[in-house]
């Protein structure tokens, strides 16, 4: 079609965003209308960077983002993949050399509505800004009429899908406008645009602004920038913006009006970038409304030349084929007959995602959603992330970490991945720090790996994905400093400056030393001194020592000072022991829970301050004096049963309580005497899961034979009281634990064993010695070595050392593992 044929004003391109078919649609539109001007939907400040859309660097999927300068955290996204129309009309115009040119409100206006509307709504935080499902409008009410707002209750897509007899509007919109013929494209390239055009403003004759008043006040503005291209251009322009605006700009209006409409509007200043962007993000069930659930088959669609299922099939072939499934060329062959097929019977005018799905799963995956999952994960949704070129324009936060990415070779990327880092090499180490200063500032790239990383060892687990909304978070922690040493540093200060808990102080603590903020660092340990020394309650105290603990550790793995930290923590560790007994008693259910909970943390953190502080700390005295308080909580009839019982259980698995005083003091908790919910509870505390599951009952049988003998005789009035703790704790114990312990009550005391030891002989259960046999438990010392990696060649003798020194030896990095 040539310009003379075309009627007179605007060529008003109304599409459905992230729409291949639209996207299509658009491309030969604008061929044959051959605009002077190309006006696209989206904030004019965006101007600017749209000759970076023509850069070799630039890797849809991509979005606009913008941000308020003054508080980045308020952030606004505009997406466009490959198959988005206005992508599509962006790249036309630059290489037509025809000028472009965004048209719609600008993000410094959307920006302090949005802002407006969230501290009404009581929210914050980032959003997508016009780009859902065609319509483009965003929120929801009802309009001036009553009729019900379409965007909050009825896709615009849905109503005409409806009107056309389908129940599904995706369905609708791939048979209309995905699956559209070239011979129709070729006839009259603006042949949908009217029609689609014709269908809105029937709707918007009905839903009026669809119950949305930014989209009036957009839509004026719009209106406002067309007349001033028409002056520039006269009226051979394109308009490529939401169907849903089309009727709304081909309005005659007064340019009075549209500026009564914009008086008053709230602004902030705003700055705008290319970032990257993902099919994930793209899709709507991953909390995007995109209004498309599979933009990597959208993408498919628009990409593939000719015999897109073929082509498809073949793609999933492959992806199945990677993961070990048996898929062959007959499968291929198989299910594009099959998807055809149904395409015919549903009486589609070509095979959609509805019908290659179906064949997927009959034929190449055995009628089984599993793997069909991944193929919705992996080619349905897609991994795509964009990439933007360097010189797109960034805050210098990300410029800096932009920079130690690829010289850690550490690659952003949408798929989560596990990494595994040896602190003992300078790139794991610092591609380490890197990643605990962005966690300090709230950058959530990556994540510990749980049950992977160890406590106080050279080796840690990462599991990282990168998501586009971090850049926001990125230009957020922008406000802290200009690099990421500088901008973590000085939100340490400040939040050691602000923290009034000191369990909050520790755990900065233990972050300043993981990420290596030097200069933070003595901020902290004055904050940290000064919380430690005013607080009283033992329970803080409980809480902040293992940070304390675990920071030390990890100051000697990194070859860290931290003497002060030392002091401060054997200082915490001496007013728990004085404090924590008193502490113990006159405990309800759930305080006792909770205080157990903290024996263990303290337990643990004893353990890793005996051989990380200095020597002049008196470490040795340290666990002596905690053992002393295990003894004291053991016996003390004032304590918690489930403390009582923990202490026991700790003081034995250490050694230092023999198993004939831990029978006593069990027969002693569950004696005639003692209140039946008080055994239970300490029968948790002694074989609970937390205390290490129920194997001591496998290998002891004497502890067995008491607990079944107690029992046995629980008067049936108070059984049931105690029957809801005691299914608790012992369904917690792995099934192959409860299938021995059943089978060893089944077969009955043995001769010499719990029965034996219930009238006081002393004698063992069959098979068990009296106590450890040193000379077979010393054989296993070196394999145990050569597997935790300790034969490094500086003990020329190994069978020289003492045997208990030795067991030492191999006990601490035991006991570093967690």
Known sequence: MTRAARSVGPLLLGVRHHGPGSARAVRAALEAARPRAVLIEGPPEGDALLPLAADEQMRPPVALLAHAVDDPGQAAF?????????????????????PVRFIDLPAANTLAMTQTAERQAGRDGAGEVGRDGGADGDGAGESATGAPA?????????????????DDPERWWEDVVEHRTHGVEAVDPRAPFAAL?????????????????????????????????????????????????????????????????????????????????????????????????????????????????????????GLLRDEDRFVSSAHVIEAVRLAETLAAMRGRPLAGLTETTDAIRAVMCDGSDVPLALVQDRLIVGEKLGEVPDTAPAVPLQRDLTRQQRTLRLRPDALEREVELDLRKDTDAARSRLLHRLRLLAVGWGEPAAGRASTGTFRE?????????????????????????????????SQAASATALAEVTALAEHCLLAELPDALPEVMRALADRAALDADVGHLADALPALARTLRYGDVRSTDTVALGEVAAG??????????????????????????????????IGL????????????????????????????????????????????????LAQDDAARLMGLALSPGTPPADAAAWIEGFVGQAAGGGMLLVHDERLLGLVDAWLTGVP?????????????????????????????????????????????????????GPGLDGARAEAVVPVLRLLLGLDTGTDPDPGSADPDERAENVKEPLGATG
């Open 609 to 656: 301050l005996t051989g990380a502080v200095q020597p002049d700390a008196d470490a040795g005295g340290l666990r002596e004096r905690w053992t002393a308080v295990l003894h004291k909580l053991a016996t003390r009839d004032t304590v918690a049963g489930v403390i009582r019982g923990r202490a026991a259980r700790l003081l034995l698995d250490e050694g230092r």
């Open 461 to 493: 687990s990462w599991r990282l994905r990168w998501e586009p909304e971090l850049y926001v978070r990125v230009a957020e922690a922008g406000t802290w400093g200009t690099t990421v040493l500088s901008a973590a540093t000085a939100k340490a200060e």
């Open 572 to 605: 915490l560790a001496e007013r728990i022991c004085v404090g924590l007994p008193p502490a113990c008693t006159g405990l309800d259910t759930d305080g006792a829970a909770e205080l157990r909970r903290r024996v263990d943390g303290v337990h643990t953190a």
């Open 150 to 166: 379409v965007h909050a209750l009825i896709d615009p897509i849905g109503v005409l899908a409806e009107t056309a007899g389908y």
């Open 197 to 317: 055009a014709e269908a809105m403003t029937a709707l918007r004759e009905v839903y009026e602004d669809g119950g949305h008043p930014r989209d009036t006040v957009r839509e004026a503005y719009m209106r406002i920038q067309l007349r001033k291209a028409a002056k520039e251009f006269g009226a051979d322009i394109a308009v490529v913006c939401g169907a849903w605006h089309v009727p709304a700009l081909g309005t005659k209006t007064t340019l009075a009006a549209d500026r009564a409409l914009l008086k008053g509007l709230p602004k902030v200043k705003a700055e705008l970038t290319w970032v990257p962007w993902s099919h994930r993000r793209l899709a709507r069930h991953s909390g995007y409304g995109a209004g498309i659930d599979s933009p990597g088959w959208y993408g498919h669609l628009f990409e593939a030349a000719d015999r897109p299922i073929e082509r498809w099939m073949t793609k999933v072939a």
């Open 716 to 768: 049936a009035d108070t059984f049931a009281d105690v029957l809801p703790l005691l299914r608790r704790t012992f369904s917690a114990y792995e099934a192959g634990v409860r299938r021995t312990l059943g089978e060893l009550v089944r077969r009955g005391p043995a001769a010499g064993g719990p029965a034996a030891t219930a009238t006081g002989t002393g004698a063992t259960a069959p098979g068990f």
């Open 78 to 98: 505009w997406p466009l993949a490959a198959f988005s129309p206005e992508w599509v009309a962006i790249r036309w115009a630059l290489a037509n050399d025809v």
